[in-house]
């Protein structure tokens, strides 16, 4: 009995952790969800205020809004260009490093951006404008020239891998259109004809007959007669005796056990 609940006590707790790590995971991967819901949300208004600005407003505002706005998109195009290419190229994966350690020097210019937009010393921002717009252009060339790279070597993939299919396609129909040789036609067929239905046997039953079967139907029936010819009865040998003929009982005169024995007819 103790055993029992012992064993009772032990699947109660056991069931009991099993609810507490189901129940954290779930809560990990739903506040996951949130924060990249939420991270995706603020990146959007951020991108929609910068192209604003860039638009909206003139002078070094407008120039900062702009210099962040094609650092941000550079910057992201190439990251899920790198990831998505990453899963089917392993090649990708030394290149995806590089693009994390840029990705630290951008973030980097971005948030000194994002200083200078707060900057109120107009003046001062726009004598460090020349070199912003040298960082940025080197940033966003590398991160182009990765995205480039990775996709015209994917591109380079899919013609080599279309090229071979289509070769083996071209051999696999010439090799499908070559059937004059390919088979070789029985010398008997060439003579093939269809039996005619008004050249049937006389007294055949068969309303049909093939070519070659009347010339074989001759030579058995001709073998045949010979055969019986020289069977017959009334020809023999020279010194010998044809054989007597058998004369048959006459049928009325057999008498079967089951049969009544005639009576003699009566006269009155």
Known sequence: MEAAIVIMALLFFAFVALGVYATVKAVKAAKRGVDRTIHQARRTVEDTTLRAKSFGQTGVGGELAQLRLSLRTSMRATQDALQAGVAEDASLKESLDLFHRLTAHGRELDEDLKRLEREPDRARVAAQLTDLRERT?????????????????????????LTSLSAQIDLEAGALRHWSGATAQDPASDDFSWPDASAAAPGSERGQVWPGEADGRA???ADADGANAGQRPDTAAPGQQPPQAITARDPRRTAYPWEKTARPETTN
């Open 219 to 221: 030579a058995a029936s």
């Open 137 to 161: 252009e080197r940033i966003t060339h590398s991160a182009d020239s990765l995205r480039w790279a990775a996709r015209d070597r994917a591109r380079q993939f899919a013609e080599d891998d």
